[in-house]
């Protein structure tokens, strides 16, 4: 069981800024996030897009935004349950809430921030039937760990950024046999990265079957082989341990919907005295959250945030005084 003052559930840019403000009351954070890295969209969709709306930043790459978010945080040593979807919430008899993951993590604390953006990003998953069956069983549609892969044959599939990067990660020492296989002849990804692929294809160290898409898996109990429709060569099976189909995500409100919470739209009604929800004690910032006048953009939940915590310590620590203090005045000490 992790304990934590405030469990934030989202890893983006604002949950991410919620454990600075939250350290500076000496209130201890605690992440959750359905992705395997911290940083949200900006991580996920755009890490090598400018943004030029952060004050103080004429411009900065969304993944440098992220990085220099997660240094801020350090000194406040937050807590990371990654790749890893907050699913349900009860309150138990202590006035705590009780939030456990879809892979069983379970987490306590007096206080929750919702930072959840979009949703859940969801993996596109390919019409293959019975694929459900071999889902952690040999078919994993994020890479977690690539040290998970060690010695392992391995199949991906897709014709973007994710797939030949771990391609050509994977081809480099770490799996014993890759191949790729993607439907199309030409890749949607850098490249450079193109370049890598179809290099590591003509020095045969990985499998390349483009113009081939994955049709049937089988297997005993886990994986063990699968079927590609190939345009040419007809359908092949390919023995293997793992298949990563890397078909993108797509962000889904997911069982946040279902914790009795008010929603609009697909998003979280506050009130913007302090982004508090319906439910007492939680609270929603961020992307995720709707009122009047609301605007979807990173400075707005950095606001958002710095609000929400402290109305969160008043709850936590109703008797004790609150007096504002400038980090000019007393600098950043951590815990
Ligand atoms: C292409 C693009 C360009 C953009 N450009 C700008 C810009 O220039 N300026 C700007 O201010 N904004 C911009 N935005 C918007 C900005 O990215 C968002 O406002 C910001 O990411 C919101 O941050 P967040 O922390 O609220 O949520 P997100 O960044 O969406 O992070 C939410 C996180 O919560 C996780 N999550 C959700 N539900 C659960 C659950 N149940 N369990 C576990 N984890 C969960 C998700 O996996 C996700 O990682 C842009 C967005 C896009 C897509």
């Given at each position: 069981?992790?304990?934590?003052?405030?469990?934030?559930?989202?890893?983006g840019p604002?949950?991410?800024?919620?454990?600075?403000?939250?350290?500076?009351?000496?209130?201890?954070?605690?992440?959750?996030?359905?992705?395997?890295?911290?940083?949200?969209?900006?991580?996920?969709?755009?890490?090598?897009?400018?943004?030029?709306d952060?004050?103080?930043?004429?411009?900065?790459?969304?993944?440098?935004?992220?990085?220099?978010?997660?240094?801020?945080?350090a000194?406040?040593?937050?807590?990371?349950?990654?790749?890893?979807?907050a699913?349900?919430?009860?309150?138990?008899?202590?006035?705590?809430?009780?939030?456990?993951?879809?892979?069983?993590?379970?987490?306590?604390?007096?206080?929750?921030?919702?930072?959840?953006?979009?949703?859940?990003?969801e993996?596109?998953?390919?019409?293959?039937?019975r694929?459900?069956?071999?889902?952690?069983?040999?078919?994993?549609?994020?890479?977690?760990?690539?040290?998970?892969?060690?010695?392992?044959?391995?199949?991906?599939?897709?014709?973007?950024?994710?797939?030949?990067?771990?391609?050509?990660?994977?081809?480099?020492?770490?799996?014993?046999?890759?191949t790729?296989?993607?439907?199309?002849?030409?890749?949607?990804?850098?490249?450079?990265?193109?370049?890598?692929?179809?290099?590591?294809?003509?020095?045969?160290?990985?499998?390349?079957?483009?113009?081939?898409?994955?049709?049937?898996?089988?297997?005993?109990e886990?994986?063990?082989?699968?079927?590609?429709?190939?345009?040419?060569?007809?359908?092949?099976?390919?023995?293997?341990?793992?298949?990563?189909?890397?078909?993108?995500l797509?962000?889904?409100?997911?069982?946040i919907?279902?914790?009795?919470?008010?929603?609009?739209?697909?998003?979280?009604?506050?009130?913007?005295?302090?982004?508090?929800?319906?439910?007492?004690?939680i609270?929603?910032?961020?992307?995720?959250?709707?009122?009047?006048?609301?605007?979807?953009?990173?400075?707005?939940?950095?606001?958002?945030?710095?609000?929400?915590?402290?109305s969160?310590?008043?709850?936590?620590y109703?008797?004790?005084?609150?007096?504002?203090?400038?980090?000019?005045?007393?600098?950043?000490?951590?815990?």
């Open positions: 069981m992790i304990q934590t003052d405030i469990l934030i559930i989202g890893a604002c949950g991410l800024f919620t454990v600075f403000e939250a350290g500076l009351l000496k209130l201890k954070c605690h992440l959750i996030d359905a992705l395997p890295q911290a940083g949200g969209q900006c991580a996920e969709i755009y890490p090598k897009k400018p943004i030029y952060i004050p103080a930043y004429p411009d900065i790459l969304a993944g440098d935004l992220v990085d220099r978010l997660m240094e801020q945080a000194p406040f040593k937050p807590g990371f349950t990654l790749g890893e979807r699913e349900t919430i009860v309150k138990d008899d202590e006035d705590q809430f009780i939030v456990t993951t879809n892979r069983g993590t379970v987490h306590r604390a007096p206080i929750i921030a919702i930072a959840g953006g979009l949703g859940c990003f993996p596109r998953k390919p019409p293959v039937e694929l459900a069956e071999y889902e952690d069983r040999g078919v994993e549609y994020i890479i977690k760990d690539p040290e998970f892969y060690r010695g392992k044959k391995v199949v991906i599939s897709g014709g973007g950024d994710s797939a030949l990067d771990w391609t050509n990660f994977l081809a480099d020492g770490v799996a014993s046999e890759v790729l296989v993607h439907r199309r002849d030409g890749f949607r990804g850098h490249p450079d990265s193109v370049q890598k692929v179809l290099d590591l294809a003509a020095e045969g160290r990985i499998r390349l079957l483009t113009n081939g898409e994955v049709m049937g898996v089988e297997g005993d886990c994986l063990e082989a699968l079927t590609v429709k190939h345009k040419t060569e007809g359908n092949l099976r390919l023995e293997t341990d793992h298949w990563v189909p890397l078909f993108g797509s962000p889904k409100l997911g069982p919907a279902d914790w009795n919470l008010n929603i609009s739209k697909n998003a979280i009604e506050v009130d913007t005295f302090d982004y508090s929800t319906n439910v007492d004690g609270y929603a910032i961020g992307d995720i959250n709707t009122y009047p006048g609301k605007l979807k953009l990173i400075l707005c939940g950095f606001h958002e945030a710095t609000l929400m915590v402290q969160a310590f008043k709850r936590i109703p008797d004790k005084n609150l007096v504002l203090k400038y980090t000019t005045v007393n600098g950043v000490n951590g815990f």
